[in-house]
């Protein structure tokens, strides 16, 4: 398989979340404190591109093959922190949240994981 269409996506994903990132430290604000150290308020508009794909029941990525997106609203803050941290590092490999999540700084991991924890789980 063609190497380009994969860098591409992931350089794209990679430029969204740093706009995404500059556009949060523009507005941030001090906030309640949440799970993790972390502020729900303030992770609501950081997750914003979390909810485009991780929000809509039923959803499959055709990136890098069929694969059935996970539904996060109300996951465990502690795990969402865990899972982004490892995405971040590299150590859990998928381009594209690898990318979002080398543009999160750990006090946006920790905000986004106190937002979506926050959520009820969708049935």
């Known amino acids: 398989m063609n190497k380009l269409p994969r860098l591409l996506i992931a350089l794209g ?13 523009q507005d941030a604000k001090p906030a309640q404190a949440g799970a993790q150290g ?11 591109m979390c909810i485009g794909c991780h929000g809509i029941p039923a959803y499959q990525a055709s990136f890098p ?8 609203a109300g ?12 995405y971040k590092k590299g150590e859990r490999n998928h381009p594209t949240m690898h990318a979002q999540a080398m543009s999160f700084s750990d006090q ?9 924890s926050s959520l009820k789980p969708a049935k």
């Open 75 to 86: 996951q465990n803050a502690k795990y969402i922190v865990s899972a982004l941290t490892a």
């Open 108 to 116: 946006d991991i920790a905000d986004i994981a106190a937002y979506l």
């Open 65 to 72: 093959e069929i694969y059935k997106v996970p539904m996060i």
């Open 13 to 25: 994903a990679l430029v969204a979340g740093a706009l995404v990132g500059v556009a949060h430290a």
């Open 38 to 48: 972390g502020s729900a308020a303030a992770g609501e508009k950081k997750a914003a």
